[in-house]
């Protein structure tokens, strides 16, 4: 890891320092720092609690921190964790929407998504309500929403959860595309091997509350 880095690497497009978010009384993350440039694959690790997705909403701004920056250069395409979808409208209908939302006029939106469901396997020109997708199919198109506009920063929480075998190797060679396209990637992930496509790696902790603030441990009497 850190390998790619070089002298002439472009400078940071995102940069987190010193983030810290509690949630009540729970030190969720505590000082974490993170950057990614273009061209750039950064994993974020780390054990279920451990505040991935929590570092993820407050990177695309969905989330203010306790304390902390972050400085953002460009365009951010966030697929959460949970797809945000709409049951009642189907693909092509969330495409217009969340196309709109981008300042993409209509055709350009249905032409970009398309595009890139039929590269993941998506049944383009469905008319399948969203609620009554398979979840493979939804996360297809949470993740197809997250890259509509061609965001230079891509924040990715799990984004292949439900994908079957094709649709996961594939995945992953999107994401060599889009690096050598310039996009500046941070992608949540669990598994070992997938540690190995990133150029680096975040590792969160669960931070220890009676070392931090000198509360009692969540959940102590
Ligand atoms: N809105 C919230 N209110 C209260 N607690 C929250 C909230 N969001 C997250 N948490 C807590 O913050 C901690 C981190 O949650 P988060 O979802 O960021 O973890 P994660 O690392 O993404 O886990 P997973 O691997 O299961 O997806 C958890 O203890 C969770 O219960
Ligand atoms: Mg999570």
């Not at 940071?12 to 810290?20: D, E, H, N, Q, V």
């Not at 297809?140 to 799990?158: F, M, S, T």
């Not at 995945?171 to 949540?188: C, L, S, Y």
Request: glycine share 12%; net charge negative; with cysteine.
């Amino acid at each position: 890891m850190g390998g790619r880095e070089r002298s002439d690497s472009p400078s940071p497009i995102l940069t987190a320092t010193g983030i810290r978010k509690r949630f009540g009384r729970k030190l969720v993350l505590d000082n974490v720092n993170l950057e990614v440039r273009p061209g750039e694959v950064v994993a974020v690790v780390g054990e279920n609690g451990a505040g991935k997705s929590t570092l993820l909403r407050i990177l695309a701004g969905f989330l203010a921190a306790d304390a902390g920056e972050v400085d953002s250069r460009g365009r951010v395409g966030y697929c959460p964790q949970e797809p945000g979808l709409i049951g009642l409208l189907n693909a092509r209908e969330h495409l217009r929407y969340f196309g709109a939302a981008r300042d993409l006029p209509p055709g350009d939106a249905l032409a970009q998504g398309h595009e890139l469901l039929q590269a993941l396997g998506f049944p383009v020109g469905d008319p399948t309500l969203v609620q009554n997708l398979s979840s493979g199919n939804r996360q297809k198109l949470n993740l197809v929403l997250a890259l509509l506009g061609e965001p230079e920063i891509l924040l990715l929480d799990e984004p292949y959860q439900g994908f079957d075998q094709g649709t996961y190797v594939n995945f992953w060679n999107h994401v060599e595309t889009w690096r050598d396209q310039g996009k500046a990637i941070v992608v949540v992930t669990h598994l070992l091997v997938e540690r190995q496509r990133a150029d680096r790696l975040v590792e969160l902790r669960i931070p220890c509350p009676s070392v931090v603030g000198g509360e009692p441990p969540f959940g102590a009497s």
